[in-house]
C-alpha cells in the first residue's frame, strides 16, 4: 500500500499565484486533514474533512480552500499565496473506528516569494 | 481550549545515555488520546506510541518507555541507551475528546529536537 500521498515534494511560489497541494490515500480512510509546520510551532491544523462532500475549518484556516469529492483525494488550493504561507504541509488521514492513529504524508515544502 | 508543552526545545546527549522528553497538556475532558510522533531529518513523522486517557500504565517498547500520568497533566517519553539514529525532532499530540464528532484532530506540541552525539 503507498499510504498518504502528497505531491509536489517541493513548490516556490511568488505571492499572489494560485497552487492546489494534492493528498490521496489508498487506506479507504473516512477522516482526512491538512496541518502546516512551522518552526517553534508545532503542526497546526488547517482544514479537515470526515467524509466525502464533508469538510470544516481548522485552527488556521484562512487563505486555504479544501475539497472532498471523493474518499481517496483531499486537495489544498491556495488561492492568492502570500509569504506567510511558506511552511512545510503535510495531509494525514485516520479510520473512523480503531485507534484514531493519524497517517501522515511525506510533506510538501512550499516557499511563497 | 487544548493546549501541548514541550517545555524542551533542544536537548543534546551522549550515545548510550537515557533522555527523558517532557510532555505537559491541558484538556477540560476526561476523555482522550495522547501520541507521541517522531520527525527524523528526513521529515516524515512516524508514529510511536497512542494512549487513551483511561490507561495510565507505563508502557515499554525496548529503548522506549512512557510515563502517563493524568493526575499531573503529564506524558513523558523516556530513550534509554540512546543512539545517534534517535536525533529527531519529537512531538506530543493531544486528541479531541472521544465525545467530539472529530476525536482524530491532534493538537501538537511544538516539538522538542533531541541529538545523540556520538
Known amino acids: 500500500n503507498a499510504g498518504v500521498t502528497q505531491t509536489p515534494k517541493f513548490q516556490v511560489l511568488k505571492t499572489g499565484q494560485s497552487m492546489t497541494l494534492q493528498c490521496a490515500q489508498d487506506m479507504n480512510h473516512e477522516y482526512m486533514s491538512w496541518y502546516r509546520q512551522d518552526p517553534g510551532m508545532g503542526l497546526r491544523l488547517i482544514h479537515y474533512?470526515?467524509?466525502?462532500?464533508?469538510?470544516d475549518q481548522g485552527e488556521v484556516p484562512n487563505g486555504y480552500n479544501v475539497s472532498r469529492s471523493t474518499t481517496e483525494d483531499f486537495p489544498l488550493r491556495l488561492l492568492s499565496a502570500a509569504p506567510s504561507q511558506t511552511s512545510v504541509y503535510f495531509c494525514?488521514?485516520?479510520?473512523?473506528?480503531?485507534?484514531?492513529?493519524?497517517?501522515f504524508g511525506s510533506g510538501t515544502q512550499l516557499s511563497v516569494l | 481550549a487544548q493546549k501541548v508543552t514541550q517545555a524542551q526545545t533542544e536537548i543534546s546527549v551522549v550515545e548510550k545515555e537515557d533522555v527523558t522528553l517532557d510532555c505537559v497538556y491541558e484538556?477540560?475532558?476526561?476523555?482522550?488520546?495522547l501520541f507521541w510522533y517522531k520527525q527524523p531529518p528526513s521529515g516524515e513523522l512516524v508514529f510511536l506510541i497512542r494512549r487513551n486517557s483511561f490507561d495510565e500504565q507505563n508502557e515499554i517498547s525496548g529503548r522506549y518507555s512512557w510515563n502517563f500520568q493524568k493526575s499531573t497533566s503529564s506524558f513523558n517519553f523516556t530513550i534509554t541507551a540512546s543512539q545517534v539514529v534517535d536525533s529527531a525532532v519529537y512531538f506530543c499530540a493531544l486528541s479531541e475528546p472521544f465525545s467530539s464528532g472529530s476525536a482524530r484532530q491532534l493538537t501538537f506540541g511544538s516539538g522538542t529536537q533531541l541529538t545523540v552525539l556520538p
Open positions: 474533512s470526515v467524509g466525502a462532500g464533508i469538510t
Open positions: 494525514a488521514s485516520s479510520s473512523s473506528s480503531g485507534t484514531r492513529k493519524l497517517f
Open positions: 484538556t477540560r475532558d476526561t476523555t482522550y488520546y
